[in-house]
């Protein structure tokens, strides 16, 4: 094992050939995706930044095997995704908790009987709400809730957690903790992570590399390798000044097309 | 609590005394309106001879057939319309018709195709609770996010699974729900079905209220009414209720 390795040199976790894709509706056609090439790394920390509407988390159906692309070739270990699979888990934007299930219900729901029961509460511990195993999913705050859903998105033990905005309605004291605990959490398990955002600092403060999309049709732009030391403060001056290029960037990418 | 029971009581001790009064002041016949200690003593009566239990042992086991038959189709088959466009497009609207013909309805048909049997109370029962239900469930399946369905595929779980840890769990307010008011149009036809026919296979409460009103005696028809309101209001609170409570304490969405 090395340190974590720039793509391309080593065999790629996740590969994304010229991956299209086409939203049909009865009155229009919505090109969602086009000619997208990517490829990630296990155990790197991969960032998908871009306004809505540009098809990041598109592309994140796509390779949790959700969605079928219309064109491309998207690979998990070096073979072709052809569906849902415990080995890439997606963490949610929306609470997707199960309510009619305890906090411990909803971590046990991904796992199989014989695994059971001291991995879940491993995970909980993790997350540091295992004293809240009983407890029931409206009983919990926003950021409890995205902290269980990630424990339940973890205890399968998936090669990739793909994460779709996850930290998008909680607030900003909240989100600062979650940074810390998944920076935590993925120095001890490296998983591979795709995560989905439309905050350039917090792409900035998690990910190894930064990927910049931009809508109508949703495509790569460019690509920012982040070498700052870990674990990042998001409030860290080194942090601002990337996240202030790449913000810089993406308002180009939307100026431009606000002006045709 | 004891606070909620001692108002609920003085409520229908305050209906009683008001009943008692009217009574009291002749403004109607008492042949028209019997005073309640009339009508308890024809309860007292009917129970000490046996009549009242029997009927309510015949209509309870009419009523708890035919509502659990009613159940084990209308469930899986609103469950079919929910997960298949052409069952939608065939049962479903097929459901949405029948369910408003009131039940009663079914009466003079049910009379013809099986006689004065039981099978013609059963037919009359499921055929006012099974539509009803189809609607309630196909509804409650329609009605949960996506997310959920979402996030147990991307999780591993499919077919018969998600079915049964994901969409029945979800849907349980609503089928709760619907079985609630399944439950009210099964008593409301077997009701109807026992006052207009006469059954040689048993003598239910309807029929009890019928022959009331034959012989003129009120205070029977007033009493089996009583006990018609009691037996509904028992199963709502020892059937329902739970569950109702259950769900709301997981659900949270329990009011304060």
Known sequence: ?260 | MIARWLAASLFFMFLVVVWYLIVKAHIWSPLLLPSPVSVLDYLRSAAEDGTLWEATLVTVRRLLIGYGLGILVGLPLGLLTASSRWCQDTIGVLALGLQTLPSVCWVPLALLWFGQTEAAMLFVVVMGTLWSLIIATDNGVQTIPPIYTRAARSMGSTGLHTWTHVVLPAALPFLLSGMKQGWAFAWRSLMAAEIFVTILTGFGLGNLLHYGRELNAMDQVIGVMLVIVIIGLAVDKTLFAPIERFLHRRWGTERQ
């Open chain 1, 1 to 260: 094992m090395s340190d974590p390795t720039p793509a391309n040199t080593v065999s790629s976790k996740l590969v994304l050939e010229h991956v299209s894709k086409w939203f049909r509706t009865s009155s229009q056609t919505v090109h969602a995706l086009d000619d997208v090439t990517l490829r990630i790394a296990e155990g790197e920390f991969v960032c998908l930044v871009g306004p809505s509407g540009c098809g990041k988390s598109t592309l994140l159906n796509i390779i949790a095997g959700l969605e079928r692309p219309d064109r491309g070739l998207v690979q998990a270990d070096g073979e072709t995704i052809v569906g849902p699979g415990p080995h890439r888990l997606v963490m949610f934007q929306e609470a997707s908790l199960f309510p009619w299930l305890t906090v411990l219900g909803n971590v046990l729901f991904g796992l199989n009987a014989v695994e059971c029961r001291e991995k879940a509460e491993y995970f909980l511990e993790l997350v540091g709400l295992k004293r809240f195993m009983h407890s029931n999913v409206h009983e919990l705050s926003g950021g409890m809730k995205q902290r269980v859903a990630l424990a339940r998105a973890l205890a399968p033990n998936p090669s990739v957690l793909l994460m779709d905005e996850p930290f998008g309605a909680l607030d900003a004291l909240t989100r600062e903790q979650l940074y810390g605990d998944i920076q935590r959490i993925w120095s001890q398990h490296r998983k591979t992570i795709v995560f989905v955002t439309h905050n350039v600092r917090e792409a900035v403060c998690l990910g190894d590399r930064v990927i910049l999309f931009s809508p109508h049709p949703g495509r790569i732009r460019e690509e920012f390798a982040i070498p700052l030391p870990r674990p990042r403060d998001i409030n860290s001056v080194d942090l601002a000044r990337y996240a202030t290029d790449i913000t810089h960037v993406l308002k180009g990418y939307v100026q431009a097309e606000v002006a045709g």
